[in-house]
Structures are given as structure tokens and as C-alpha cells.
């Protein structure tokens, strides 16, 4: 039995690792520092929280996901799939519910690592991811509206068309200094890798307007006039809750959770492609837990695998845990030594950034690819959505998954319906022309669930009341639910009831077991039942010419 906890660095390090290699890790770990600073300040303030707060975050869930994680490069932190989540909890519960929420979280992402569920978050729907992923870009980007053209509005409203219907109501009002810092932001940072890819064009907007506006008293909101100062110093925090206000909050914590395992898993896998690795999902769903655990006790939000920085850590040399530990250590450097200066920061600096990263987000080619795909993969797509940006990203998530399902056993009914239509139409005598008359043959031609077991069994029925012995082939029956089992057993009851004889052949091993303890295998009796498909013609043949058709009760 394979360990389920079983961290990359102390691996590396039993296994040895060289100083040329250390030293390109720590030189990465500083790029992605710099690189994650605008983006942690971005995150918190997009959420409703303090600057400080998207600090903490990265200083302490990057150091623990890296420490304790299953991914060699992996570089943990706050993401913008989280603003809506955070943005969300801390409208309606505050910091405490934040905190809470967040911890019951890690709690949820540990107990899937130990229930060992790493893989099987990895299989969600392509069109469920890029839906919700999608509709946190377009919540992200109307959250900076605001700051992006300077409106004096004091209070946002949650609601994406209360929120829209406010803006247009105040655009007479435009900041053209703020508009005009926004998009010197965006262009900045978009066309800067076009000079150098090393220095990150948000990391030069924000030292570069940051020293300007000062200097020449441009009339914007700052950090420092909205929120205060940036403290340079950590203070643990116990949340105030009763007990019995717990269940409030599971349903934010579940959302974190699988949001949180869904991204810090999908980084996991691209940076795997970009280094030819291979990550623990176990071990790294619990070492995301354990940072969302202690996180939020030092003021922090949630934390996951962040693909672009993990990418940019990748290109810059970094091939194990200690570039993802070096990041942390830079940020923590920065926010004690330079802290002091980022309350400075324009927030319509931080709204352009956030608009680039709303835009990188958006996925526009795999929108649009699946809108020109299969209307099943456009329903899911679609609706989750639209549910991301006009409800809530828990309910878009729960209703996605829950759509997801029954639109996969929407197709494979229709799927098991084709098969049995196609053979109803066929000729079996044809196919088998030598066989005795009263022996018919029917073939299961997948999986026998309750999607598709009535269809299937109806058939069976059909087939065998016309036959004094019928075969059910069942090489292709790869695993068969409780409804498929039950209705099996009904149907083989009501043929042996009309005298038929029930063969079964091609029966796997696992099927064989989930018969064998339904008492199906004894109602068939064991000697009818044939690994062969031939062994069950020739029996089948032996049993017509002896007449000896004697149904098993």
C-alpha cells in the first residue's frame, strides 16, 4: 500500500540535490516573489480584504504548500478564482466567517487527500471548469470598474446588475487620471515581456506609478487614502463563532475546497507537462489543507496552486520545492522592509492589473471552442456561466457538477438505446446462421447502470420470451450498479418463469463478484454461466438437441 502522505522536498532531499541547483532554485523563487507582490496586494484588495492580507497569504500557504506539497515546482497563493468566493463570504459573514470558512476548507481538502480523491477531482468537466473559470473573469473585471475609471462610489453593490446599473448611473463622473493610470497599467504589462520576460510588466507599472503620482500629485485613490497602511508585522487571530452556526458555513468551505483542489491539481498536471515530472495528488490536496488551515489564523485568505506562477517558475529554472520556499521567504522580506511604500499604490494601478489577469482568465479559445461542440458540453458550459455571474459560484459549481452527471447519463442511455436499436434491427440469425432454432442471443454493449438498465433489460425481456435459450454476452459489461443488478435479477426471474433457460457468458471478474453476492450466479445456476462465448453455443447447442430445456429456479 502506497504512503498517502508523502511530501516532494523530502524526497528530493533523501535523494540528494546539487548547489548549481539550489542556487537556480532560490534565483526563481526571487522572480516569482516579484511576480507574485501585485498579484497578492491585486487579489486581496479585489476581494474586500486588506492589501496585507493577499501578503500573508502568499508569505505563509506558499511557504507550507511548497514545504509539504506532492509537486516539485508547484507555487501556492492567493488566486483570482477566489475573489468571488472571498468577496462573497466576507459580505455576508465578515473576517470571522472568512476565517472559519476557510479552515473548515483545509479540513474538507485533507479528508479528500486521505480518502485518497486526488484523482477523481482531476476528471470535471472540461465545460464546467471553463464556465465557472469564465465567469470569474467577467465578476472580476466588473469589480474594477470602479477604481478603473476613478468613480466616487462608496459601496459596490454584490449583485452583477445592480453593480452594472450603479456604473452607468456614475460614468458622467469619470476620474480621467485614473482611467488614464489603468491603462498605461495595461499596456505596461502586457507589452513589457516584449523588452525583457524576467522582470513582470505589473512589477514595473507599480514601481513605476507608484513613484510618479507622488511626484507630480495626480488626484487618484491610493491604497493608503482607502485602506489605511500596509502593516509589516503578522498577529494571530482565533475567529469569534458559536458551534452552532457551523453549518452556515460548509457550504463556502466546500466550495473553497473543490475550487482549491480543482486549480492547485490542474497546476499540478500542466507544470508536470513543462517539467516531465509527476505530482503526489494525495499529498498535495493535504498539504493545500494544511495551508488553509493555518493560514487564516495569521490573517490570511484562501490559498491554491497558481498556475501562472507556477508556470513563470518553471521558465526560470526552478525544479524543486525550495524555488516555491525561496518565493515565500522574498515576500516576506518585501512586506517587512518595504511594506511601508506599497500603501502608496494607486488602486486604479491595481484594477489594470487585475483586468489583464480577468482577460488571461477568460479562456475565450476553449469558450469558444466547446459553444462549437457537443450541445451537452454547451448546456453545462452555458449555465454554469452564467450561474458564476448572476448567482453565486457556490450554486453554479453544485448545479454544474449535478448537470455534468445527468447529462452523462442522459448520453449514455441514448447510447445504450442506439446499441439496442441497432440490434433489434439487425438479423441475428444472419450473424449466427448456424445456430439451432429457439436459442436467441443478446449482447450488453456497455456498462450496466441505472442510466441505462431498463433499456437494456426491456430488450433482454423482448429477446427471450421469443427463445427457449437465451445468451446474454456480457464481455463489454465493464461494471454493473445496484439499479443494473436488480433489474437483472428481475428480468433473468421472469424468462426462467416463462421457461427459458438464462446463459451467461464473457462475465468479468468484478461483475462476477457483484452477481455472485446478489445471487444472481445461483439463480442462473454456475454451470450456466461461460467464460467463453463458443463454451456457451456449444452447451447452449448440446442442451436444444437433448431437450433438455429445464429452467434453473
Known amino acids: 500500500m502506497s504512503i498517502i502522505f508523502k511530501p516532494k522536498l523530502f524526497s528530493i532531499l533523501k535523494a540528494g540535490i546539487g548547489r548549481k541547483q539550489i542556487s537556480s532554485d532560490i534565483l526563481a523563487g526571487v522572480v516569482v516573489g516579484i511576480v507574485a507582490l501585485p498579484l497578492a496586494i491585486a487579489f486581496a484588495v479585489a476581494s474586500g480584504v486588506s492589501p496585507e492580507k493577499g501578503l500573508i497569504t502568499a508569505i505563509v500557504a506558499g511557504f507550507l504548500i511548497s514545504l509539504l506539497g506532492g509537486s516539485r515546482v508547484q507555487i501556492g497563493g492567493p488566486t483570482g478564482a477566489f475573489v468571488v468566493i472571498v468577496y462573497g463570504i466576507v459580505e455576508q459573514y465578515g473576517i470571522d466567517g472568512l476565517i472559519i470558512s476557510t479552515i473548515l476548507a483545509g479540513i474538507i481538502l485533507i479528508l479528500f487527500g486521505v480518502l485518497r480523491l486526488g484523482a477523481l477531482l482531476k476528471y470535471f468537466p472540461q465545460p464546467l471548469i471553463v464556465g465557472f473559470t469564465s465567469g470569474i473573469a467577467v465578476v472580476i ?3 474594477q470598474i470602479k ?10 453593490p454584490a449583485d452583477f446588475i445592480d453593480k452594472w446599473r450603479l456604473y452607468f448611473e456614475n460614468f458622467s463622473h469619470i476620474n480621467f487620471y485614473a482611467l488614464g493610470i489603468t491603462l498605461i497599467t495595461i499596456l505596461i504589462t502586457i507589452y513589457f515581456r516584449k523588452i525583457t520576460k524576467k522582470i513582470p510588466g505589473s512589477f514595473v507599472a507599480i514601481l513605476a506609478i507608484t513613484a510618479l503620482v507622488p511626484i507630480f500629485d495626480i488626484p487618484v485613490t491610493t491604497i493608503e487614502s482607502f485602506f489605511g497602511g500596509i502593516p509589516n508585522s503578522f498577529s494571530f487571530t482565533i475567529p ?3 458551534i452552532t452556526n457551523l453549518h452556515y458555513y460548509l457550504a463556502p468551505a466546500l466550495t473553497i475546497a473543490l475550487l482549491g483542489g480543482i486549480e492547485s491539481l490542474l497546476s499540478a498536471v500542466v507544470s508536470d507537462g513543462m517539467i516531465s515530472g509527476k505530482h503526489r495528488s494525495n499529498t498535495e490536496l493535504i498539504a493545500q489543507g494544511i495551508a488553509n488551515i493555518v493560514t487564516p489564523l495569521f490573517g490570511g485568505i484562501p490559498a491554491t496552486g497558481a498556475i501562472a506562477r507556477t508556470a513563470t517558475n518553471v521558465k526560470n529554472g526552478g525544479r524543486t520545492p525550495i524555488a516555491g520556499i525561496a518565493h515565500a521567504i522574498t515576500l516576506l522580506l518585501i512586506m517587512l522592509f518595504f511594506g511601508k511604500w506599497a500603501k502608496l499604490i494607486p488602486m486604479s494601478c491595481l484594477a489594470g492589473i487585475l483586468i489583464v489577469v480577468a482577460y ?22 452555458v449555465t454554469t456561466f452564467l450561474l458564476t455571474i448572476l448567482v453565486d459560484l457556490t450554486i453554479a459549481i453544485e448545479i454544474g457538477v449535478v448537470l455534468s452527471a445527468l447529462l452523462f447519463m442522459k448520453r449514455m442511455s441514448d447510447l445504450a438505446e442506439k446499441r439496442v436499436n441497432n440490434i433489434i434491427d439487425s438479423d441475428i440469425i444472419e450473424d449466427y446462421s448456424d445456430l439451432p432454432a429457439g436459442i436467441s442471443i443478446y449482447e450488453i454493449s456497455g456498462p450496466l447502470f441505472f442510466a441505462s438498465a431498463r433499456t437494456y433489460t426491456e430488450v433482454i425481456k423482448e429477446v427471450g420470451f421469443e427463445s427457449q435459450i437465451l445468451i446474454i ?13 436488480h433489474n437483472l435479477k428481475d428480468t433473468i426471474r421472469i424468462l426462467q418463469d416463462q421457461g427459458v433457460l438464462v446463459i451467461l457468458s464473457g462475465v468479468n471478474r468484478d461483475v462476477m463478484k457483484d452477481i455472485a453476492k446478489n445471487n444472481i450466479a445461483s439463480m442462473v445456476n454456475s454451470s450456466n454461466i461461460f467464460d467463453s462465448f463458443n463454451s456457451a453455443i456449444n452447451y447452449a447447442k448440446a442442451r436444444i438437441d437433448q431437450d433438455e430445456i429445464i429452467p434453473v429456479a
Do not use: C, P, Y
Open 473 to 485: 454476452r456480457m464481455r463489454h459489461v465493464s461494471f454493473i450498479d445496484q439499479t443494473g443488478l
Open 147 to 156: 477604481d478603473a475609471f476613478g468613480l466616487d462610489i462608496q459601496k459596490v
Open 240 to 242: 469569534d463563532f458559536e
Open 360 to 381: 488571461n482568465m477568460s479562456e475565450l479559445r476553449s469558450f469558444g471552442s466547446i459553444l462549437r461542440g457537443s450541445f451537452f458540453d454547451i448546456i453545462v458550459l
Open 141 to 143: 473585471f466588473s469589480t
